[in-house]
């Protein structure tokens, strides 16, 4: 839900195009070694808290996180960056791309350096999320989106203390600008407009909208994606792009929220028509318990414990059939190559090479509670996606890696 409360006036900014709208940035795939055995606990510890934040805005009530955290997950597993430059002369930061979130700050690695453009706010500026948290003081600064596009006075948020951010630099969020509602004090009642709402707001893009792309990959680190502000980038899709319109359901209308059922085959439901949400600091697919139940028991997946995956044996692979996704009147089809694990990374999460795991996991509640799906980029991998503001939506688009064998 939108809120009606004005922007800050101290969080304003003016930014200036100097060659081309809309802007593409190129984002790389990163693995976090110290953390290969999280990989499902951390997308439960984030799929849990973000239910319980979105509960708490709807309801216009302060999140308890003490009552939600119950179980610490030291850093994120794998992870998407871009550099950004901060300043001027910039210093560069790898941020992570999150969907889920939307200040964007820096200061968990390399260190924030104060320039001519560096103004520093009254404001405290403080953000938990489900696998970690930063607080630290805003400061409004010129940021560098790419060669030619600068924001002046974006606000950022410099971190003095943060956690779980270990291998990045901080957060570019890129998700509705409510979600940064209560951030700042003392001014708690003031959102921050976020990166895309000032190159929009400003006339730099001609679309409040952002595309990104991300190809599925069996190396650790690899610059194997791209984000486009104020537009899409063609030549990463095929045909036409199928826009959903954001769900009214809560918690999961306070992020990137949509409606859509699931289904194993050509006739085995997993998840009638309910609400999750699509979220790039999410790695897996969870389904709710109850469907992701069925899934287990339709594919013949056992649990593995090293892991916390399904494994599947050879023949039960070969077995596997496709898993159909269905909102705004569109399919959308994991094939059983795109329901697994990269093999060649098997180790990284702590498994073993040449065994089968897939990416479909438990969300850790039955559905019935307002977000009961969470698309990770373990399916955006496989898809094309647009997160248009202005007009509500969520766009999937075919790609040349949708049913292709990269596992």
Do not use: C
């Not at 600064?141 to 006075?153: M, R, Y």
Request: proline share 4%.
């Amino acid at each position: 839900m939108l809120t009606t409360l004005l922007l800050a006036l101290s969080v304003a900014a003016n930014p200036v195009l100097v060659d081309r709208s809309p802007v593409t940035l190129p984002i790389a795939r990163r693995t976090n070694f110290t953390s290969v055995h999280n990989l499902l606990r951390h997308d439960q510890t984030r799929a849990k808290f973000l239910k319980a934040k979105g509960a708490a805005k709807a309801a216009g009530l302060p999140l308890q996180q003490d009552a939600v955290i119950n179980e610490q997950v030291d850093n994120q597993v794998v992870t998407y960056v871009a550099a950004v430059g901060v300043g001027s002369p910039a210093t560069t930061f790898n941020l992570l791309i999150d969907t889920g979130s939307s200040n964007t700050w820096v200061g968990a690695g390399t260190p924030y350096k104060k320039t001519s453009t560096s103004v520093q706010t009254s404001n405290k500026v403080s953000v938990t999320y489900g696998s970690g948290s930063f607080s630290g003081t805003e400061f409004t600064d010129t940021v560098t989106i790419a060669s030619g596009l600068v924001i002046p006075k974006q606000s950022i948020g410099v971190a003095s203390t943060s956690q779980g951010f270990q291998g990045v630099d901080g957060i570019l969020g890129i998700g509705p600008v409510d979600l940064t509602l209560d951030t700042l004090s003392p001014a708690t009642n003031s959102l921050i407009p976020t990166v895309t709402d000032n190159l929009f707001a400003n006339g730099v893009i001609s679309a409040n909208e952002i595309g990104i792309s991300f190809n599925p990959t069996t190396v650790e680190d690899n610059e194997n994606g791209e984000i486009t502000w104020g537009g899409t980038d063609p030549s990463k899709f095929t045909g036409s792009i199928s826009f959903i319109p954001l769900t009214t359901t809560s918690p999961a209308n306070e992020f990137w929220g949509i409606n859509q059922s699931v289904r194993y085959g050509s006739s085995t439901s997993i998840l009638t028509t309910t609400a999750g949400i699509v979220d790039t600091g999410t790695t897996l697919v969870l389904l709710a318990t109850n469907g992701f139940t069925k899934y287990k028991s339709a594919t013949k997946a056992t649990s593995d414990a090293a892991t916390g995956l399904l494994k599947l044996t050879s023949a039960n692979f070969a077995a596997l059939q496709s898993l159909f996704f269905t909102a705004g009147g569109s399919t959308f089809e994991l094939t059983a190559n795109a329901q697994i694990w990269p093999r060649a990374l098997n180790t990284d999460i702590g498994g073993v090479a040449g065994n089968i795991y897939l990416i479909v996991a438990d969300l850790g509640s039955n559905s019935g509670e307002g977000l009961d799906f969470i698309n990770g980029f373990t399916f955006l991998e496989r898809f094309y996606s647009v997160f248009d503001t202005a007009n509500k939506r969520v766009g999937f688009a075919t790609t040349p890696f949708t049913t292709s064998t990269v596992n």
